[in-house]
C-alpha cells in the first residue's frame, strides 16, 4: 500500500502496470539490452538507458546477510 505512492511522488519512478510490463518485454526482446551486470532505467520519454551497480548491491556478503534474513523471514531457515 505504501510503495505506490512512495515511489509516485517520492523517487518519481511510478510507472503503471501497463509501462512495466512493456519495459519488461523491451528487457527480453531488444537484442541491444542483453548486457549482464547492470539494471537498465528508463527516462521520462521511454528511453532506455544503463546503469551500473552500486558497490553496495554487488557486494557479496550483504547479499549473503539478505538471503539468510530472507529465509528466516518466510519461515524457511
Not at 45 to 67: I, M
Request: overall charge negative; hydrophobic content about 35%; charged content about 25%.
Amino acid at each position: 500500500l505504501l510503495f505506490p505512492p512512495f515511489q509516485k511522488y517520492i523517487t518519481k519512478g511510478f510507472v503503471s502496470e501497463e509501462e512495466a510490463g512493456k519495459r519488461l518485454a523491451q528487457v527480453v526482446s531488444n537484442p541491444s539490452l542483453t548486457k549482464s551486470g547492470v539494471y537498465w532505467s528508463w527516462n521520462n520519454n521511454s528511453a532506455s538507458f544503463e546503469n551500473q551497480l552500486s558497490e553496495e548491491a554487488s557486494d557479496p556478503e550483504k547479499a549473503k546477510k539478505v538471503w539468510e534474513i530472507s529465509e528466516k523471514l518466510v519461515g524457511l531457515a
